[in-house]
């Protein structure tokens, strides 16, 4: 709710003062010669049109609803996060590449969520892999074939010169999405593990009442269970 209140809050003050795009948004040659590294972060709550922003707020709530029912708000912002920043910190690797397409990246401006957006498809297709993910709003297919056809996508557009959308952040938003899921703390096994038997303990907690009783004084516990 709130990743949506404060994209949603930040487009509207982007529209009565466009500039701040320029402060905010992501721009490789600004990070590097100036220190402005807070844009790896904050260029993932702006947006550039009513289509954009709808579109990407849509893909936040399908996907990320059900993440967040599954690992928690505190985690699922966590990842959210990781990913987003993993797409700027992509683009901006991208944008040091000795080659003609990715030379412009260098001093454009990135904005939007579609970084963090792939970080959650990704893990909506490892959780729900069968799941069936209409392309164009028209043909299903499966979470998992969704996801390669969109990374390849992603990559391919990568090295095409003069595209708008930061596909490298998109890229970026996948791998580092799974990196994360598979390794240290963020281990899907373990956070799969945790869950299992966080659900169990409610369901065995349920089975137990509690009265209350006991002595009154010093030494004696109220509760009985």
Known sequence: KWILIANIALFVVSLI??????????VPEEVLRH??????????FLH??????????????????ELERIWGTRF???????????????????SLLPFAATAPAYT???????GALFGLLLAFALYYP????????IVPVPAR???????????????QPGRGIADAAHLGGLVTGYIYLQ?????????????????????????????SGGRSGSGWDRNIH
């Open 17 to 26: 003062e466009p500039r701040i795009i320029l402060y905010l948004g992501l």
């Open 35 to 44: 220190g402005w590294i807070w844009q790896l972060g904050t260029y993932m």
């Open 48 to 65: 550039s049109g009513i289509g954009h922003i709808l579109f990407n707020m849509l893909g936040v709530w399908m996907f990320g609803v």
């Open 76 to 94: 699922f912002s966590y990842y959210y996060a990781v990913t987003g920043l993993g797409g700027g910190a992509t683009m901006l690797l991208i």
């Open 108 to 114: 454009s401006v990135t904005i939007g969520a579609s």
């Open 130 to 137: 069968e799941r069936p993910i209409l392309i164009m709003m």
């Open 145 to 159: 074939i969704f996801v390669m056809i969109f990374g390849a996508i992603a990559f391919l557009n990568s090295f």
């Open 183 to 211: 390794s240290g703390r963020g281990g899907m096994t373990a956070e799969l593990k945790y869950r299992y038997v966080k659900w169990r303990m409610n369901r065995l907690r349920r089975k137990f009442d509690v009265y």
